[in-house]
């Protein structure tokens, strides 16, 4: 029976980052993968996707070279490429199509089952993502049967969808970029629910808006960064991202709705407090702001003070009273997609080492009584800001190198 030192559960980006830490060291390690390497960059975003954080902040050593350091944003393509040559570039170990079932501890080793047998290791890294799961509202039982309705990973372009109108459900960067898209794709009628907002500042102090997310997040310390120059207002790649917003789906004509909260015989009924939600969604993207000021004042974090202008609107006060009711007998509503985003999904990992609320119990990325280690994931969670992107492309290297260091600390 084959032991090795250290399985990585997952073949995205973190997962290959652990691969190439795990080398540097000459552990024996396997990644499992349970459908594809690089499954969600390669086969689970829209063809017209296009990362919401900027060049500069992808941070993969090694294909650091194809990636310009500026402000633009990659699209699928040029990200699947980036991510492909990684993959050759580090050249892990790996088996795919092979999916976990369950984790049980056998003399002091674990013993993974899966759909193609047994794998044993002395470490466990998950490397699974936190977004690998597709989170869509029991709400959607529902629905008439006659709608067709999908969710934002199996959404590739508008040729998928039935003729008539479109309900996106969910406001975030996704279901901007869907609604937007399909809209200008000559969709009739094209309604996007809000169900919240937490709006993070696109851009704050000339810097990119996921940048301090993630820097409130407390994992970016002393990392170098990208401001905004003059000559990015220009420039179409990176201002058509920037106005990837709710007031630019206003303009295309999107209607925009309340929270999507009840489906009655099929009468899909909407929140009416838009008015209210936008208000709150702006005292929260103040809260941050206070935040950063905070912590730049904190840091003695200077940026200079030709801070640029960018563009930013709101909504029109037209929507304040939207429709709360659309009745899908008369409606022509034929499609819903869900943006509502993904949740993690640890059912496999059968070990005790969960909060009751189903998170892991962990310490800095690592469980206290297990050999399981996590990567991919904020180190100190900050609920407040927590960043939706994990630990996203800038820094799940380093996220994988400390997981990989605290491993090798205890073996
Ligand atoms: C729509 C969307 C847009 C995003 N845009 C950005 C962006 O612009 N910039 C950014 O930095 N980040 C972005 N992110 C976050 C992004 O997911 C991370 O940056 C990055 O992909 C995380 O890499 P990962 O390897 O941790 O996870 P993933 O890329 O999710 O890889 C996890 C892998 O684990 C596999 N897996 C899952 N469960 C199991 C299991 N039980 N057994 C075996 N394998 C398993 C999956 O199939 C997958 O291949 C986005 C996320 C989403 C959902």
């Not at 991510?83 to 003399?107: A, G, H, Q, R, W």
């Not at 000339?206 to 990015?232: C, F, M, Q, R, T």
């Not at 005292?283 to 702001?289: A, I, V």
Request: aromatic residues 10%.
């Amino acid at each position: 029976m084959k032991i090795y030192q250290t399985i990585v559960v997952g073949g995205g980006p973190s997962g290959i980052s652990c691969a190439y830490h795990l080398k540097q060291h000459n552990i024996d390690y396997l990644i499992i993968e349970k459908k594809k390497m690089l499954q969600t960059w390669r086969h689970e975003r829209w063809d017209s996707f296009t990362l919401v954080t900027p060049n500069w902040m992808t941070n993969l050593p090694g294909v650091n070279h194809l990636i310009p350091y500026d402000n633009e944003f990659m699209t699928k393509k040029e990200i699947e490429h980036v991510l492909l040559e990684y993959m050759s570039y580090v050249s892990p170990n790996y088996v795919e199509d092979t999916f976990i079932e369950s984790v049980e501890k056998e003399n002091g080793i674990y013993c993974l089952n899966t759909n193609n047998g047994k794998y044993y290791a002395e470490h466990i890294i998950v490397a699974s993502g936190m977004f690998n799961q597709p989170f869509v509202p029991t709400l959607s039982e529902r629905i008439p049967k006659e709608i067709n309705q999908i969710h934002s990973r199996d959404y590739f372009n508008p040729s998928q969808l039935e003729e008539g109108n479109t309900l996106v459900v969910g406001a975030g960067r996704s279901g901007v970029q869907i609604a937007l898209e399909i809209k200008n794709a000559g969709c009739e009628e094209v309604f996007l629910s809000v169900g919240g907002l937490t709006p993070l500042p696109v851009v704050y102090k000339n810097i990119n808006g996921v940048y301090w997310l993630n820097k409130l997040s407390g994992y970016h310390e002393g990392k170098a960064y990208l401001p905004y120059k003059p000559e990015d207002l220009d420039n179409e790649n990176i201002i058509g991202k920037i106005n990837q917003s709710l007031y630019h789906c206003q303009i295309a004509g999107v209607e925009i709705l309340g929270r999507f909260i009840n489906c009655i015989d099929g009468k899909l009924e909407f929140s009416a407090d838009l008015d209210k939600m936008m208000a709150d969604g702006k005292s929260y993207q103040k809260s941050l702001e206070d935040k950063i000021n905070h912590l730049m004042k904190k840091e003695s974090f200077e940026i200079g003070d030709n801070e640029l202008v960018f563009d930013f609107k709101d909504l029109s006060s037209q929507i304040l009273s939207p429709l709360t009711i659309i009745d899908a007998n008369s409606s022509h509503l034929k499609n819903i997609i869900w943006c509502t985003g993904f949740k993690a999904n640890y059912e496999w990992l059968t070990l005790d080492i969960f909060n009751s609320d189903g998170t892991p119990y962990l310490k800095d990325g690592v469980s206290t009584h297990e050999n399981v280690y996590f990567c991919g994931m904020e180190l100190v969670p900050d609920k407040n800001t927590k960043s939706s992107f994990g630990v996203g492309l800038f820094a799940l290297y380093e996220s994988a190198k400390r997981a990989v260091e605290v491993m090798l600390s205890r073996m």
